[in-house]
């Protein structure tokens, strides 16, 4: 099956900007969405379709695709975005529709 | 507002069956694109997609764990039901329902339940 393979961990400080690849196989010829999970909840829908935002979330976070990365931007870095960040791909090509990466956490020095 | 919640047994025993509701509110499973499926994520591990069942009753299911799960719904009582068979102590984890749609390039999971954690244990 697919497989999407993030960073474990990203350390960014305050107001400056972390980036959250997600790496697989041509990836930039699927659509990827990104999910943020803070401790304790459920998880966050944040970038869908590469770089489309839900309403609601702040411009701060952005979205790319290209080639075997995505990539996940925060800019202005703030403390409440300390979290676990998961990419997803919708792989329609295959019985396992969804797969998941394998998510990166985002400490906030 | 766009609502999940999720309820069912925190304990099961190995080898038995868990069943799972997802009642939901604020959205319809008639309605043309829309669609609920089950996520889980193993103490300190990483999610996992279950599986998935659409508008128009058409059900996906993850392979690895096709043989062992049944997705139904109950568009009246605007609930989706889960269940795993031969649970395993592997199978401790926090179950999630989600809200599914359609968008230009995939099927996104776009509102999701609290979860619920579920011990597999003799």
């Known amino acids: 099956s697919y497989v999407l393979t993030q960073p474990p961990s990203v350390s960014v400080a305050p107001g400056q900007t972390a980036r959250i690849t997600c790496g697989g196989n041509?990836?930039?010829?699927?659509?990827v969405h990104w999910y943020q999970q803070k401790p304790g909840q459920a998880p966050v829908l944040v970038v869908y379709d590469d770089s489309d935002r839900p309403s609601g979330i702040p411009e701060r976070f952005s979205g790319s695709n290209s080639g075997n990365t995505a990539t996940l931007t925060i800019s202005r870095v703030e403390a409440g975005d300390e979290a676990d960040y998961y990419c997803q791909v919708w792989d329609s090509s295959s019985d396992h529709l969804f797969v998941f990466g394998t998510g990166t956490k985002v400490t906030v020095l | 507002q766009i609502t999940l919640k999720e309820s069912g047994p925190t304990l099961v025993k190995p080898t038995q069956t868990l069943t799972l509701t997802c009642t939901f509110s604020g959205f319809s499973l008639s309605t043309s694109g829309v669609g609920v499926g089950w996520i889980r994520q193993p103490p300190g591990k990483a999610l996992e997609w279950l599986a998935l069942?659409?508008?128009?009753?058409?059900?996906r299911y993850s392979p690895s764990l096709k043989s062992r799960l049944t997705i139904t719904k109950d568009t009246s009582k605007n609930q989706v039901v889960l269940t795993m068979t031969n649970m395993d102590p592997v199978d401790t984890a926090t179950y999630y329902c989600?809200?599914?749609?359609?968008?230009?390039?995939?099927?996104?999971?776009?509102?999701w339940g609290q979860g619920t954690l579920v011990t597999v244990s003799s």
């Open positions: 069942i659409y508008w128009d009753d058409d059900k």
């Open positions: 989600a809200h599914s749609t359609l968008t230009v390039g995939a099927t996104i999971l776009d509102y």
């Open positions: 041509n990836i930039g010829s699927k659509s």
